[in-house]
């Protein structure tokens, strides 16, 4: 059984930095795709970034202030977060695709995901 386990979240001053975490078991399939979303009350599900065997790819609404890194071969992947702002709080999850073709910023290309981190940037 895949499970998937973020850590990080937390209380931040607007401006500040926070490292996401998340960790996947019992991953069996070798490429897998690594996905960071994030939601905000009343909003919907948004894609942050992704990686996986063949790059990182990051929504052009975080570009130059969040950086996906990790290492798929050993299911682990972070979302880094800088120059955060007040508009970014929101419950941060990570999820597996185990999947050969996907989609990497839609939420429904996802298997697994894990239970979400919560992110408050305050002014």
């Known amino acids: 059984q895949v499970q998937v386990v973020e850590s990080g979240g937390g209380l931040v001053q607007a401006g500040g930095s926070l490292r996401l975490s998340c960790a996947a078991s019992g991953v069996t399939f070798s490429r897998p795709t690594m996905g960071w979303f994030r939601q905000a009350p009343v909003k919907e599900r948004e894609f942050v970034g992704a990686i996986s065997w063949n790059g990182t790819y990051a929504a052009d609404s975080v570009k130059g202030r969040f950086a996906i890194v990790g290492d798929i071969s050993k299911n682990t992947a972070y979302l880094q977060m800088d120059s955060l702002k007040p508009g970014y709080t929101a419950v941060y999850y990570c999820?597996?695709?185990?999947?050969?073709?996907?989609?990497?910023?839609?939420?429904?290309?996802?298997?697994?995901w894990g239970q979400g981190t919560q992110v408050t940037v305050s002014s």
């Open positions: 999820a597996v695709s185990l999947r050969w073709t996907l989609r990497p910023t839609t939420a429904t290309s996802y298997d697994y």
